[in-house]
């Protein structure tokens, strides 16, 4: 908006030639770390409002809250088990973000993932071992995902349609075409759900470990985590990777470095979309053992919130999704003192903090640096 | 008969998509992106409920809606305009804020997870679904009159040509002296407004609030806005016909003609088809979704 004066500029490009390396790592973390400080901070001074507007002291709910969520392993084991779609969820939008592309679709993509795998697994002949069937649920729960996602940017390379408005639009016509099939073919008199499958059921955590019993957490986990160090080495150590991240970064730049952005776009929301859908796998093997229409949540939409607060680097998505798990679950732990609706309002509050901090952190740090 | 009754039921559904669908116009033509208008509809319905059931009369409520889609919308512009935060991000969290605000507040001011007691609406107790109803209801009135409203502002108003030039070419605009920023935040507000007035609507004319009530009635407005290509009287046109498939699902559903769940597809898979360009293409404010642009 306004140039800056031309001894400033002079000002900064001396100091960050003399000590380059150091500041630019150091300000390189500070630029990651700042904003999710920050929108953390405004979260807890928002919900301590909300708090005191229901008349309750914001220490003891609070306390609740991590009693309820880190404090015993039932808890525990919650919070891992909406970790994990978070993570699938969140890894997908950040992948996507690295191609400079915004998935808003993870949440039917998520849903397809869901549905399709279920509908394997009601063709799959019954008592088969989960070792066995594992692989071809999550060929199917990728491809359902893969598809919706694919169709986004498809759309985008070949018409030039934008990808935030396509994949919101996707969200309506997957869900309602889901909604329809369940309902027609598929579900079970009086329910929302399919019959359910008599194949593959995956072990909960609580199989290896009695404490966490009754929690819903189970070895989806594991493939969540794999499905991270994938993404890390695939954006950061193949060629391929390194294309979709120029891409990313500048289409024109890259497509004269001889890289067809469209061919990384479809690529890229593939692959995206496949992460999200074998988020799916968590509740449909992990959890219920059917397919139920909404199951997805919301966890589309929070997987934004956990991309970018995770950096959108996977490293990163894993710890934002057990943070975003805890506050979901804290809000059930709570229910006696606040309506949990509460943590929703937090949530919003993070992403918007987020948001808004993250480029207002680069221009302040940016100040400061050429003041120093 | 049956015609006037199609299209009166026509009109009642498209009532909300068009003040939505207004405000969609004036933000995006603006260069902002208008994935906030759900948020703008559900926090006016909300605010209109409070509002009417404690002030005892419609007329507070629909203050009060104007008061909650603004509230929203301020903290959009805000955001969007002067911290620069990302359009995107902003317009989901900001749905996701009017979701669980609501639900939060619905708690505290009626102590339901559900729904709102029942609120003052105009038309009186009696209100029905007859012809009679929908012409003493200035909500009507005031929908009917949104679009060529907002026509008006853009095409015969130097306010109009502003935000033509800010969601154009904000670089040109301010090397004329246009205060880009105060524009932005005019438009915004407006689009606010107006959203908010449609959730106003919906409240009023069932007297009450439910939970997530608007269903995505802003999603279609923005649907319309797209499909519409940003131009009111097409905008106003498209939500008409959204709102007529609507009505001939309602009316056909003894028929089963086409499953309820592919009617609900259409403005989506409409707008899909008009970006993708298969019969002229869709081509957005060339300043959509850069605020930074100036």
Redesign the interface.
């Known amino acids: 908006?306004t140039t800056a004066s031309p001894e400033l500029t002079q000002d900064t490009s001396t100091t960050e030639a003399a000590a380059a390396p150091l500041r630019s790592s150091r300000s390189r973390l500070e630029e990651a770390l700042l904003p999710s400080l920050v929108a953390l901070l405004v979260a807890a001074i928002v919900g301590d409002v909300?708090i005191l507007?229901?008349g309750q002291a914001p220490a003891a709910v609070f306390r609740l809250l991590f009693e309820g969520t880190w404090g015993n392993s039932y808890g525990f084991g919650q919070v891992l088990y909406k970790a994990t779609t978070l993570t699938f969820t969140g890894l997908s939008i950040a992948f996507a973000l690295r191609a400079g592309l915004?998935n808003?679709g993870a949440e039917s993509q998520l849903a397809a993932g869901g549905f399709l795998a279920a509908i394997v697994g009601l063709l799959l002949p019954p008592g088969l071992s989960w070792i066995v069937t594992l692989p071809v649920y999550m060929a199917a729960a990728a491809l359902g995902g893969g598809v919706v996602g694919g169709a986004a940017g498809q759309?985008k390379a070949?018409?030039?349609?934008?990808e935030?408005?396509?994949t919101?639009?996707?969200n309506?016509?997957v869900l309602?075409?889901l909604?329809?099939l369940t309902?027609?073919h598929l579900k079970v008199p009086e329910t929302l759900h399919t019959k359910e499958l008599e194949s593959g059921a995956l072990p909960r955590l609580s199989d290896f470990f009695a404490s966490f019993h009754g929690s819903a957490a189970n070895v989806v986990l594991v493939l969540a985590m794999i499905a991270c160090v994938i993404a890390w080495w695939y954006l950061f150590r193949t060629r391929r990777g390194f294309e979709l991240r120029a891409v990313g970064l500048q289409p024109e730049a890259a497509e004269y470095g001889g890289v067809k952005p469209g061919a990384v776009w479809t690529r890229a929301m593939t692959i995206s979309g496949a992460i999200a859908g074998l988020g799916g796998l968590n509740f449909v093997l992990g959890y219920k053992h059917y397919y139920e229409e909404g199951f997805a949540g919301?966890a589309g939409?929070?997987g934004?919130?956990v991309a970018?607060v995770g950096g959108t680097h996977p490293l990163g998505v894993m710890l934002a999704a057990l943070l975003f798990a805890t506050i979901s679950q804290g809000g059930l732990a709570v229910n006696a003192m606040v309506?949990k609706?509460?943590?929703?309002?937090?949530?919003?509050?993070v992403?918007?903090a987020?948001?808004?901090?993250?480029?207002?952190v680069r221009r302040l740090l940016r100040i400061q640096r050429t003041r120093g | 008969m049956t015609a006037l009754l199609f299209l009166a039921q026509t009109l009642r559904i498209a009532i909300p998509y068009l003040f939505a669908a207004a405000g969609g116009v004036l933000s995006e033509r603006a260069g902002l992106i208008g994935l906030t208008l759900e948020g703008y509809m559900l926090s006016g319905a909300f605010a209109a409920a409070v509002g009417s059931y404690y002030g005892h009369s419609a007329w507070l409520g629909v203050l009060a809606g104007i008061a909650g889609g603004g509230a929203m919308a301020l903290l959009y512009g805000v955001s969007a305009i002067r911290f620069r935060a990302d359009q995107v991000v902003i317009g989901i969290a900001i749905n996701l804020l009017a979701i669980g605000l609501t639900r939060f507040f619905l708690r505290l001011a009626f102590g339901s997870s559900s729904n709102s007691p029942r609120v003052a609406g105009f038309g009186g107790e009696q209100s029905g679904t007859g012809f009679l109803a929908l012409v003493s209801n200035p909500m009507i009135w005031l929908g009917i009159l949104a679009i060529p409203a907002v026509a008006w502002v853009l095409y015969r108003t130097p306010f109009g040509l502003r935000i033509r030039a800010v969601g154009e070419h904000p670089a040109a605009a301010v090397s004329v002296g246009i205060p880009v920023t105060r524009v932005r935040y005019g438009a915004v507000l407006f689009s606010g407004v107006l959203a908010g007035l449609g959730g106003v609507y919906l409240v009023l004319d069932q007297h009450q609030f439910t939970d997530q009530m608007t269903a995505g009635r802003g999603f279609i407005a923005l649907a319309a806005t797209i499909f519409g290509r940003w131009d009111p009287a097409r905008v106003g046109i498209a939500c008409l016909l959204f709102a007529a498939a609507e009505t001939l699902q309602i009316q056909l559903q003894g028929a089963q003609l086409l499953p309820s769940q592919f009617v609900e597809m259409i403005p989506y898979v409409l707008t899909i088809i008009a970006l993708a360009g298969v019969v002229g293409r869709a081509v957005p404010p060339a300043a959509l979704g850069k605020v930074s642009g100036e």
Request: without cysteine; aromatic residues 14%.
């Open positions: 908006m909300l507007i229901f915004f808003i759309l070949r018409f030039g349609a934008h935030v408005i396509t919101i639009m996707l309506f016509i309602a075409l909604s329809f309902a027609t919301g939409f929070l934004i919130a970018l309506p609706q509460f943590v929703e309002v937090l949530q919003a509050v992403i918007i987020v948001a808004v901090s993250v480029p207002e």
